[in-house]
């Protein structure tokens, strides 16, 4: 089936509305392109470069940061979507005063791998805007009505849930017609794993209940887990998030004692939220360490949080580490 035949019948089952499904339609159009861009550009080493510039956040911007965001922006701007907020801007892009939606992004998510050629991708989250979207800007994931991701690897997949029902989709582009095509069936996440992903390189800055986790953890079958596992860490999200949502895993980025990370480094608005609504609706968990990400609301566009997600087994053990520090 393809993407589009996925939207239709979604919005024919009431799961979506006619905004959300031609945003959605947008953001794969927005996609492709940044697909053509990374694929087809005979320097794309360039494209990791530099600006010089720096997002609201203070990170670095490469070239492909400004461009991906620029090409969603020209997308979403033929849409009735609300405003835009984004990982690269430090408020929110007001657009249709009309409009229903309000778009999150991280428009080029993995930065570090665009110029050696890794994984990367576009996370999307729509929120509901109640008539004034610069009022509505700051809500709870739980509020989301669809979110997903897009990923540009050896292949390029499509994730995505709406809140309203039906499955965790998951789509691959194909070359030669250029569509989203479903790829099996509802995407779930088995409750046990073996598998984990972490970078274990800041094991000396990690609070007491991360590396308690990790001890157990490593110490394999002799230790309280009684199993071995393997580690996968891709450095980025969409990356190890596909990954999780086709086999399982769990995906661990804590909060550490490094200057600028005690409160955790991915971003609630564009990376955990929609991460956590794909968990959720697909049978994972995704928490702060304490709480589900869904029930954190926001403070700023930008606030960064602790994120765990995926197999539960793991998610609650992690999150026992935590509550018995309390
Ligand atoms: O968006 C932030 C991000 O690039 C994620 O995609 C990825 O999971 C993480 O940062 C990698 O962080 P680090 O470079 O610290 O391993
Ligand atoms: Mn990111």
Known sequence: MSLQGFLSA??????????????????????????????????????????????????????????????????????????????????????????????????????SNISVNVTIGTIFSLLPSHGDAAANTLQAGRHQLAAG???????????????????????????????????????????????FAVNSAYTNYWFPPMKQWMDDTLMGKSGPCEKDYRMRWIASLVADGWRILQRGGIFLYPADQRPGNET????????????????????????DGVNPILDLVPENLHQRVPLFFGATSEVKRLQHHHSSAD
């Open 149 to 195: 991701f897009f990923t540009y690897g050896p292949q390029t997949t499509l994730v995505l849930t709406f809140a309203g029902g039906g499955d965790v989709a998951g789509f691959i582009l194909c070359p030669d017609s250029g569509e989203f095509i479903r790829s099996g069936g509802a995407l779930s996440v088995p409750a046990d794993t073996k598998e």
């Open 264 to 287: 955790g480094r991915l971003r609630l608005v564009y990376e955990a939220n929609p991460i956590g609504l794909l968990m959720e609706r697909a049978g994972g968990m995704a928490i």
């Open 10 to 111: 979604s919005a024919a089952a009431g799961h979506a509305d006619d905004d959300q499904v031609s945003i959605i339609a947008s953001l794969a159009e927005a996609a492709k392109s940044i697909d053509h861009l990374v694929r087809r550009n005979s320097i794309v080493a360039d494209l990791g470069t530099e600006t010089g510039g720096a997002n609201a956040d203070g990170d670095h911007q490469k070239a492909l940061d400004v461009k991906a965001e620029g090409l969603i922006l020209e997308h979403l701007s033929a849409t009735n979507a609300a405003a835009l907020l984004s990982e690269e801007q430090d408020d929110a892009v007001l657009l249709d005063p009309d409009g229903s939606v309000i778009v999150a992004v991280d428009p080029l998510d993995g930065s």
